[in-house]
């Protein structure tokens, strides 16, 4: 429970591995990069994933998502957004 687990076409980043390989199994995305919380929700779009952390921290990677920022660079693996979500404890 609390982990975040990925698999499918990984170009961008999308699937949060650090690297643009796909992946046919299941494959879990690194604890380290949510700071080691457990995640509480996440969604994945055609090129991007975003997760939210028990502690209501939002983490979004793959193709210019860093959410609420102005950096539209694409990212490998999860990186906090910089916004915080309703409802963390």
């Known amino acids: 429970a609390g982990t975040l687990w990925s698999w499918g076409v990984g170009d961008d980043g999308r699937l949060g591995h650090n690297d643009d390989n796909n992946r046919l199994v299941p494959t879990q995305v690194e604890a ?43 990212h490998q693996f999860p990186w906090a957004s910089g916004m915080a979500t309703q409802g963390g404890s």
């Open 32 to 74: 380290q990069h949510f700071g080691r919380a457990k995640i509480v929700s996440a969604a994945a779009g055609e090129s991007h994933s975003g997760a939210v952390t028990q502690h209501g921290c939002l983490y979004t990677w793959g193709q210019g998502t860093r959410v609420g920022e102005e950096d539209e660079q694409d």
